[in-house]
T-cell receptor, first 113, second 109 residues
Framework: NAGVTQTPKFRILKIGQSMTLQCAQD?????MYWYRQDPGMGLKLIYY???????DKGEVPNGYNVSRSTTEDFPLRLELAAPSQTSVYFC????????????FGPGTRLTVT | QKEVEQNSGPLSVPEGAIASLNCTYS??????FFWYRQYSGKSPELIMS????GDKEDGRFTAQLNKASQYVSLLIRDSQPSDSATYLC?????????FGTGTSLTVIP
């Protein structure tokens, strides 16, 4: 199993550009999550999904959108990138239904200039 | 705002000693608690989960939970230099997870 995969690993965006961060998991997990981590800070939940077709906002959803059309994939869309979105983005998944241990992807380091 | 507090450290212990990491949380209704280890530049990896009051042991790691005091801790016995990392405490509230800012641990050979 590859576990949780994320692409790209690194990206530099100009202010106002848009992009999609890709996340996929092959563990047949129901729950998927997107976090951002700023230097010296803990992880902040952006969006999560408890199954295909179901998504909900986390603590810091502004400026982001998600979709979950399949169990395996959970892309994160950034519209009109701003310098405040410079961060490391982690995708994670968990089985759910009483088992909530999360497994993280390798992360995407995004810089907006 | 649900909060998870950790002492940011840095915490330094000699090799072979016990490292003690602490975490407090604000949501009294929380039922699920997790410890993650994060090496610099890497993603968090799960160490342990704990759901019930008391101790849970896994190898050199012991998680302790006290829901009445809203306190969860992680003990690392026989600390090794490879344990040097940042340790993140996470608390599940509803369908969301709240992370502390992490405690930096250095194990000195």
């Amino acid at each position: 199993n590859a576990g949780v995969t994320q692409t790209p690993k690194f990206r530099i965006l100009k202010i106002g550009q848009s992009m999609t961060l890709q996340c996929a998991q092959d563990m047949n997990h129901n729950y998927m999550y997107w976090y951002r981590q700023d230097p010296g800070m803990g992880l902040k939940l952006i969006y999560y999904s408890v199954g295909a077709g179901i998504t909900d906002k986390g603590e810091v959803p502004n400026g982001y959108n998600v979709s979950r059309s399949t169990t395996e994939d959970f892309p994160l869309r950034l519209e009109l990138a701003a310098p405040s979105q410079t961060s490391v983005y982690f995708c994670a998944s968990s089985y759910g239904q009483g088992t909530y241990e999360q497994y993280f992807g390798p992360g995407t380091r995004l810089t907006v200039t | 705002q649900k909060e998870v507090e950790q002492n940011s450290g840095p915490l330094s212990v000699p090799e072979g000693a016990i490292a003690s990491l602490n975490c407090t949380y604000s949501d009294r209704g929380s039922q699920s608690f997790f410890w993650y280890r994060q090496y610099s530049g890497k993603s968090p990896e799960l160490i342990m989960s704990i759901y019930s009051n008391g101790d849970k042991e896994d190898g050199r790691f012991t998680a302790q939970l006290n829901k009445a005091s809203q306190y969860v801790s992680l003990l690392i016995r026989d600390s090794q230099p490879s344990d040097s990392a940042t340790y993140l405490c996470a608390v599940k509230g509803g369908n969301q997870f709240y992370f502390g800012t992490g405690t930096s641990l250095t194990v000195i050979p």
